[in-house]
């Protein structure tokens, strides 16, 4: 519990400033650092050959958004899939199967970093810098990018052009330029903290090499294994992008529950402050960036309500509940850190879209594991970085219309109608989840022959859903038991991984920029307040309710019926 307070407190003290200093760098206003920065962003203008200063409607900022993707992901699939051929790979790591690299390219470019593969023995180490470590550097900025772009929409656009009759100029709506809004906030904020962090974990002694790993010799002569190589490389970097960049693939395959990866109880708490850092600046930076504050708290609030209600059923789960007694909970556990700390790495690895791990989830208490499901099924208490507030604003979109509707008044959202165009594109969104999350966990479990699950009865239902639902909030967590290094998961999973991304990116967007055309209405005394606390409480109602609504049968079936399971033993 100290060390939950402690974290907590540490992101909101941190993320204030640094939320008002993002809002800055978004907003592209002259800064001190333009001397120290401004060249490096205009070399990379040039080498991209585009206009910083050129505004954007959602059309180009979305094409743009997914161009940069597709380059990205086919250049790292090429990578993988030939990365024995490549240098840099002085543990001699194999070409990826293309099924794999498929999977692989996928699940770094959507800031997921799901892993079907063990990291230090099937990655080289340029695979793993550029082809893992770059995605991770790039891949959250674009998520901030898209969110930025569609608070800009709900406002009316930038610099747009309005007539006589309060309608925005629809050749004049500019929401931003893709390219500045990617690089900028890279180069001035998420590489410099990064630096910063890599060099802690250094300290702590977190490897920073390019080296080959030292070669040990068993002290028993008669095993079969004569020498064994201490897999090492440049993993402080990468743990660094990792955890600030709601990444969470590790260098090692069992992430940060590895002592190279996790050294210290320093190296612990530096690295779960980092898991929500970024997060928490992001709603700090609605104020900011948008003039209201009010909005901003609305925003925190909501998200700080609902993370603490999970984090303190999760610690309670795993170290208080009738389960949490049983000997077998403390199977893939590191002993050094213990229950309290594994539930709270647990809880904030889901709020957000982080997904490392300090222990398995696959051992964690069985309501441990229906806490993380429903971190991921909501997936905006924090979320990724961008991403998890763009989800809150569809979550918000949805409110403000059954509030509306609830209430005998027209929905509007700061002073824009949603009419049926935005909540067609808003039902898109919430029915995506369940039928794809449900659908692709109902074909596998029906199929045993491609399940590859490691359980039976309940807490196999719950490996598969996980699985599932870890692709598509972003999220890459697992519970490990689970053997999805096949044709079936890999391919099944790129899917589910692309589904959970750009629909969610995109059409947010698009509703933003339909509301930022229509006529802005004067707030009057029949207006919804939407900046109170009890519509806050309404929201977070509205998201509890279609959470449970939606899984609330697969949830008995899986975590819950375990957890009654194992009290009738």
């Known amino acids: 519990?100290?060390?939950?307070?402690?974290?907590?407190?540490?992101?909101?003290?941190?993320?204030?400033?640094?939320?008002?200093?993002?809002?800055?760098?978004?907003r592209g206003e002259p800064m001190r650092g333009d001397r120290l920065f401004g060249w490096f962003e205009r070399l990379l203008y040039r080498l991209l050959g585009v206009g910083p200063a050129q505004g954007m409607g959602w059309k180009a900022y979305a094409g743009a958004f997914l161009l940069s993707n597709l380059v990205l992901g086919l250049l790292a699939m090429g990578i993988f899939m030939t990365q024995a051929w490549l240098p840099l790979?002085?543990?001699?790591?194999?070409?990826?199967?293309?099924?794999?690299?498929?999977?692989?390219?996928?699940?770094?470019?959507t800031n997921t970093n799901q892993q079907h593969y063990s990291g230090q023995a099937q990655l080289s180490y340029l695979a793993q810098m550029t082809g893992v470590v770059g995605l991770q550097v790039i891949t959250p900025m674009m998520g901030l990018a898209l969110v930025v772009a569609t608070l800009r929409g709900l406002f009316g656009g930038r610099n747009a052009r309005v007539a006589n009759t309060g309608q925005p100029d629809a050749v004049s709506l500019d929401l931003g330029n893709y390219w500045a809004d990617v690089i900028r906030p890279t180069v001035r904020v998420f590489l410099p903290l990064c630096l910063l962090l890599s060099l802690l974990l250094a300290w702590q002694g977190v490897p920073s090499t390019l080296a080959g790993g030292p070669v040990a010799t068993p002290m028993d002569a008669s095993v079969t294994l004569k020498e064994q190589r201490i897999p090492l490389g440049p993993v402080a970097p990468m743990v660094a992008a990792k955890q600030l960049g709601t990444n969470g693939g590790g260098w090692y395959g069992p992430n940060s529950a590895v002592p190279l990866e996790n050294p210290t109880p320093l190296s612990n708490l530096l690295q779960t402050l980092a898991i929500i850092l970024l997060p928490v600046s992001v709603a700090f930076m609605v104020g900011a960036f948008t003039g209201r504050r009010k909005f901003a708290a609305l925003v925190l609030g909501c998200m700080l309500l609902m993370s603490l209600a999970s984090t303190g059923l999760a610690l309670w789960s795993e170290g208080h509940s009738s389960s949490a007694?049983?000997?077998?909970?403390?199977?893939?556990?590191?002993?050094?850190?213990?229950?309290?700390?594994?539930?709270?790495?647990?809880?904030?690895?889901?709020?957000?879209?982080?997904?490392?791990?300090?222990a398995m989830h696959d051992s964690l208490a069985p309501l441990t594991g229906l806490v993380t499901l429903g971190n991921m099924l909501v997936n905006a208490i924090w979320g990724g970085i961008g991403c998890g507030l763009q989800q809150f604003l569809v979550y918000l979109l949805l409110s403000v219309f059954l509030a509306g509707l609830m209430t005998g008044r027209t929905p509007e959202l700061f002073g824009r109608k949603i009419e049926a165009p935005e909540v067609k594109l808003l039902a898109v969104l919430v029915l995506l989840q369940p039928l794809v999350v449900l659908g692709f966990t109902a074909v596998t479990l029906v199929l045993p022959s491609i399940t590859g699950n490691s359980n039976p009865a309940f807490h196999g239902i719950s490996q598969v859903l996980y699985e599932y639902a870890s692709a598509f909030a972003n999220n890459g967590s697992g519970f490990e038991g689970l053997g999805d290094a096949t044709y079936w998961w890999n391919l099944s999973c790129a899917a589910v991984l692309a589904l959970?991304?750009?629909?969610?990116?995109?059409?947010?967007?698009?509703?933003?920029?339909?509301?930022?055309?229509?006529?802005?209405?004067?707030?009057?005394?029949?207006?919804?307040?939407?900046?109170?606390?009890?519509?806050?409480?309404?929201?977070?109602?509205?998201?509890?309710?279609?959470?449970?609504?939606?899984?609330?049968?697969?949830?008995?079936?899986?975590?819950?019926?375990?957890h009654l399971s194992m009290g009738a033993r």
């Open 1 to 26: 519990m100290i060390e939950f307070v402690t974290v907590l407190g540490l992101a909101l003290v941190l993320g204030w400033p640094l939320g008002r200093y993002l809002a800055a760098v978004m």
């Open 89 to 109: 790979n002085p543990n001699d790591a194999p070409n990826m199967r293309w099924d794999l690299a498929l999977h692989t390219a996928v699940s770094f470019l």
């Open 500 to 562: 959970g991304r750009y629909p969610a990116l995109i059409l947010p967007l698009v509703i933003a920029a339909l509301l930022a055309r229509k006529r802005l209405a004067p707030e009057g005394a029949g207006t919804l307040q939407i900046e109170t606390p009890t519509f806050a409480l309404t929201l977070i109602a509205v998201i509890v309710i279609l959470t449970l609504l939606q899984f609330m049968p697969v949830l008995v079936l899986g975590p819950v019926a375990e």
């Open 325 to 358: 007694t049983d000997i077998a909970l403390m199977e893939g556990k590191e002993v050094r850190l213990g229950a309290d700390a594994s539930a709270l790495w647990a809880a904030l690895t889901t709020q957000t879209s982080n997904g490392s791990v300090n």
